[in-house]
């Protein structure tokens, strides 16, 4: 998935024997696919945030009645919640995929689906009605985002928006532990071990420098004070033409495993003296659909001998896929939004892939995180995130390995963060 979020900072602060997962909202275990569909993700969704925004209602705007979209009312003002739905014109169509073969035209790939023409619609159980009006702006919403709204019908049978109300950040639990030492987390994403991009050298310097094998006696100071590394996902790149589910023959097979052994040596160095985390990413050899199971043990034969391999959450997609269906100045724009809509991938299952939960939707965000970062980006940024009650977020866009030779580096005691580049330059 497109991002991954630390619930509190002190889990990456203690010891490899006292370390805590966060994972276990994202694993599916008791579930059992019957053929069920996912309108039932969108009422559990619904439900949750309506009940949240309910309770908010109430000190936004306590004299204004709250009723569904089949009671509005030509005329009245009112509140109504629901889940938004963003008409396209240029939303990929699947039929389009059908016809592609014998259409004279060639189809156009768009990197961002957005158009003059596209508009909101609200619905809840009851029903569903256009919005109006320029307060919410079609540009920045996307489907599966619930919301409180205030306005009136207009005569049409459309919804004038006047104001609108979103969760707004989650409730922050104070970190337990301050550590008032330097302290560090390592962030790396797209090492895209067996690409044509990638430079098992550069990730060697890393690999040298994580274990205090590279520069002076100050740099390895500072190594000395990492205590974990966070791989946040698309670690290697299978060949496609391999993947065509024919068998292959015994050469194939060696190419098949080549990246993941090539990953497994230097994952090795690292675990052996440092807690690490990898996460599944879209190119990873994992389930495609949100969220993401970790990546099997077995790959990894050298390092997953270390107690201190551990698998943590996804790698971006839910990112990647918002800069597709919206519009935002930067990265972290589309991070910030996730937060203040309290949910992690509001594009689940509309655009991008999600498992079909029954009575849960486990990409809401019910505890603001002190860390908030999404691997796979094309170039790095950070800032601080300050909600209404006091919640400072840092967040984080974690730049391609492969592209950049750049990870981030993380101080759990003040949340500053910073970059080292390791390039490597070949002479003739």
Not at 135 to 146: A, D, W
Not at 187 to 213: K, M, R, W
Not at 279 to 287: L, R
Request: include cysteine.
């Amino acid at each position: 998935m497109a991002g991954m979020e630390i619930d509190t900072v002190e889990n990456l602060q203690r010891k490899q024997s006292t370390y805590q997962s966060l994972d276990e909202t994202f694993v599916i275990q008791n579930e059992t696919y019957r053929g069920q569909q996912y309108s039932q993700i969108y009422f559990a969704r619904l439900h949750m945030m309506r009940t949240l925004l309910y309770s908010l209602v109430t000190h936004w705007k306590p004299h204004v009645p709250v009723c569904t979209v089949l009671g509005l009312e030509e005329g009245k003002e009112c509140i109504i919640v629901g889940t938004l739905y963003k008409h396209m014109k240029l939303k990929p169509c699947i039929l389009d995929e059908y016809s592609k073969e014998r259409s004279a035209v060639p189809l156009v790939k768009h990197h961002n689906f957005m158009h003059p023409d596209d508009h909101l619609v609200l619905e809840d159980e009851s029903g569903r009605v256009k919005l109006g009006g320029t307060v919410l702006s079609p540009s920045v919403y996307v489907t599966g985002v619930v919301v409180a709204l205030h306005g009136k019908e207009t005569g049409a049978g459309d919804f004038m928006v006047l104001d609108v109300l979103e969760a707004g950040l989650a409730p922050q639990i104070e970190p337990q532990l301050k550590s008032r030492e330097d302290k560090y987390v390592v962030f790396i994403s797209g090492v895209s071990a067996g690409s044509s991009s990638s430079n098992p050298l550069q990730f060697q310097l890393l690999v040298d420098h994580i274990t205090g094998h590279l520069g002076d006696e100050k740099e390895q100071g500072i190594a000395a004070e990492i205590v974990h590394v966070v791989i946040a996902g698309n670690s290697v790149e299978i060949p496609l033409g391999l993947l065509n589910g024919q068998n292959l023959a015994s050469k194939d097979q060696s190419r098949l495993s080549e990246p993941v052994q090539e990953l497994d040596i230097l994952l090795t160095q690292i675990a052996a003296g440092v807690p690490v985390d990898i996460m599944p990413g879209s190119n990873d050899p994992a389930n495609f659909s949100l969220p993401q199971q970790p990546l099997n043990r077995w790959l990894f034969p050298g390092s997953r001998a270390y107690n201190t391999f551990r698998i943590l959450g996804t790698s971006g997609q839910n990112i990647d896929d918002l800069k597709k269906y919206s519009e935002g100045s930067d990265g972290l724009e589309f991070m910030e939004r996730t937060l203040k809509w309290r949910h992690l991938a509001p594009t689940t299952p509309n655009t991008l892939g999600c498992y079909p939960f029954t009575d849960r939707d486990p990409f809401l965000i019910e505890s603001c995180p002190h860390v908030y970062f999404v691997g796979n980006q094309d170039k790095y940024g950070t800032r601080i995130l300050k909600g209404s009650e006091g919640q400072l977020v840092r967040l984080i866009s974690i730049p391609k390995f492969c592209n950049t030779g750049m990870v981030v580096v993380l101080n759990l005691r003040n949340l500053e963060c910073h970059t080292l580049s390791f390039e490597t330059q070949f002479s003739s």
